[in-house]
């Protein structure tokens, strides 16, 4: 039975002519980068009000996969998954002093009954009251929770598409710790994993030491993936020093640089996406709003917390500011929509039969497949294949598919080879995995 | 490289003393019924506030098993996942004119600029207005659209746990036709897939006629899941016609139950919990928010629409409230969090050592193992098995174990067996099928 599997069995294959994916003729004037751009033109996302948008069936299936990364990546480290609400009482953001301190950019509404909550832009209040009165000994300790999550931030000037959203998609993890080599320890074990993350997403970037801003706490690192068009700028340096240039304040001078700080060499300065951020909070939290454990000698104690944040739909961004050229996007596969497209120039019963046999035959091996069998010319199948980005396609054209023969055509590369219709699922395989 | 794979690889093996499900000691008063009070009781779900609840590891398993469910479902009768906004512009609402017939249940909040926005209880201006002007011509339609999202619908008294709270989990998909025919024929296909889905979660349930309430038009289906404790009350009559005892109105009479409308036998009457409910739209909203396509001689025309929606978070209740005992939950297979539990009562490396290589083996089949190596007594693990309520139970103990033997105990029949430790993943694995 394939509740008793537990598989996945999600859709894999899907024809063009059935996919709602929209293209879209008129791009917003707002929309200036190429991820932003891209993804609406690809038919990934539709913006529904101004910093809010919807994910349409290829932007949300990679989300998905951006996901399934970042939850292996948790589990991994021994993290556990977990769900909190997005609306959420005053109350707790009271007993932390975030209620006043976090100015306009928290949502805030009142229910029914005039009771006040606010839309969670982060969840250490929640999650700080969910284990109150729940973790007693420090034998309890240490422990680590995430979710994936919705979460809303009421930018005061949203813009560039998904990267600086007002609704947004984010990882967070809390963990709660007795001691501070605990909580540098599982520090470590987050960022590995976030490097680790960045590079299953085919991301290119620097760690840098970060500011906790609202957050609080003192030790922070920041994720940037580099990128010509990001929000945050870094100097970095030969010997791996990175920084955000905002830690150096109002004295930073853009014309006369730093030396690097480590090795004393001339740095360099380019311009970064925050993807994902840790923290150290120390007891700002515990200590606040009163969550205590009791130590070996049965005295209270305020746990230490650390937390741990990955922006999913700014991820998706990021790998397209990194992985695209004019044409379109170039999906990693590790997170593509389809890995494969199969492009049905050549029209007719057999070339048909040939495409669902091949498709069955990847789908089988666990690779997804979308097929263009729409009527239309090949320029505009073509165009859309290379728009939309799959990082193999299969060209069942007309001459080739009655000499025996398709055509394969990387992505990224735009390399291309042929293949024989009896070995064409064998050397996509192959081609895949090289 | 797992990445190439798409493989889920869930945290398949955990240990108890290192799962963070805290059991209550103390229910709130409120806890009425048996799926609040065990939800609670077993670490599934804490409260954050009125009708707002987080889900803890072991409860957000079981959400994640659900909607694994629902989407399987889903994608096989060709709908396609986005996700659409929770925060949604006021204007929207005011076009189809829900913004003022709503009442005081839909969520409103001004934003930074003091423009209104709501939080989504549903997604019908939203998804209308996504599709509006994308698609064009008779040949876009049929398709249809579907989401797993949070909802939020500001109830007067949130109780009974999940079953009525604010805050919850829903999937809900939208379809557009161009004729009645093709409308009627998806309704079917979900009406066919819900009953499915309730057969897959275990549910009891029956499909009555229902009012189309608070989302318009004029034709709607509830899946009521049968329940001593529901919200609902429906008369049902053994020529399998059944109905929610609300379409009848004022004048309902409990004291003189009406004959069957179809066959005119006498009726039962009994209380169900609404799991699930399809409508059929037709053009309200298209009609009021100027969605249109061409038809084939290039007149304008609205699609007729339908919605469906499965509460996913009040399924998890449903579930609790059919499969119980006094002891605990008795999951079904399906969705449990995990479907065995090892009980360590015998201490040493070779005891640990062997649960090792029986949840290892077991993982390799699918199967989510959950062991319990606390430093408990006999008596706690027996108690929080029968609690946690996994499908079976494996009983490590001292003098079996000696004696190269574990038991097997079923958590639903109370049935014990014995296998020997060679045959113990392969006896596990036949005990689950059977």
Redesign the interface.
């Known amino acids: 039975m394939?509740?008793?599997?537990?598989?996945?069995?999600?859709?894999a294959i899907m024809r063009m002519s059935?996919?709602?994916a929209?293209t879209l003729k008129e791009l917003p004037a707002d929309a200036e980068l190429a991820s932003h751009k891209l993804a609406l033109r690809a038919g990934l996302i539709?913006r529904?009000?101004s910093g809010?948008?919807?994910?349409?069936?290829l932007g949300?299936?990679v989300?998905k996969?951006i996901e399934?990364?970042v939850r292996?990546e948790m589990?991994a480290i021994?993290c556990?998954?977990?769900?909190?609400?997005?609306?959420?009482?005053a109350e707790l953001w009271q007993q932390s002093g975030r209620w006043d301190d976090y100015g306009?950019?928290l949502?805030?509404?009142a229910?029914?009954h005039e009771r006040m909550?606010c839309?969670g832009p982060t969840h250490e209040e929640?999650i700080t009251?969910?284990v109150r009165g729940?973790?007693r000994s420090y034998r309890d300790l240490p422990?680590t929770?995430y979710q994936l999550?919705?979460k809303?931030r009421?930018e005061?000037r949203p813009r560039f598409g998904l990267l600086r959203g007002?609704?947004f998609?984010m990882k967070d993890a809390y963990s709660f710790h007795a001691s501070q080599e605990s909580l540098d320890e599982h520090y470590r074990a987050q960022s590995e994993a976030y490097a680790r993350i960045c590079d299953?997403l085919s991301l290119a970037y620097r760690a840098v030491d970060a500011d906790n801003g609202q957050i609080g706490g003192s030790v922070s690192t920041e994720f940037l993936a580099l990128a010509d068009d990001g929000e945050a700028e870094l100097i970095y340096c030969r010997c791996g020093y990175a920084a955000n240039t905002e830690t150096y304040g109002d004295d930073f001078d853009r014309d006369n640089l730093p030396a690097c700080p480590r090795c004393g060499a001339p740095m360099q300065i380019a311009r970064g996406i925050e993807v994902s951020q840790v923290f150290q909070l120390g007891d700002k939290y515990s200590r606040t709003m009163g969550l205590v454990y009791q130590d070996e000698s049965g005295a209270d104690c305020y746990p230490l917390m650390g937390c741990y944040g990955v922006g999913i739909s700014r991820s998706l961004a990021a790998v397209i500011e990194q992985h695209h050229d004019d044409d379109g996007i170039m999906w990693p596969?590790?997170i593509a929509p389809y890995q494969v497209a199969i492009l049905m120039l050549s029209e007719g019963d057999e070339a048909a039969a040939f495409a669902e046999t091949l498709a069955t035959e990847l789908a089988a091996c666990?690779?997804?497949v979308l097929i263009d069998d729409r009527d239309e010319r090949a320029g505009v199948k073509f165009a859309d294949a290379d728009l939309i980005g799959t990082p193999l396609q299969v060209i069942v054209g007309k001459r080739g598919f009655e000499a025996g023969e398709v055509e394969l055509k990387l992505r990224k590369t735009g390399e291309r080879s042929t293949a024989t219709l009896a070995e064409a699922a064998t050397t996509v395989k192959r081609t895949?995995?090289t």
Chains 1, 2 share one sequence.
Do not use: H, K, M
Request: hydrophobic share 40%.
């Open positions: 394939a509740d008793n599997a537990r598989q996945n069995t999600p859709a059935r996919l709602y929209p539709r529904s009000a809010i948008y919807s994910f349409l069936p949300y299936r989300i996969n399934r990364i292996e589990d021994g556990q998954e977990v769900l909190l609400p997005v609306v959420q009482p306009p950019e949502a805030r509404l229910d029914r909550f839309l929640i009251d969910l729940e973790i422990f929770l999550q919705i809303f009421d005061i007002r609704e998609i299953r596969r590790s666990g690779i997804e895949l995995d």
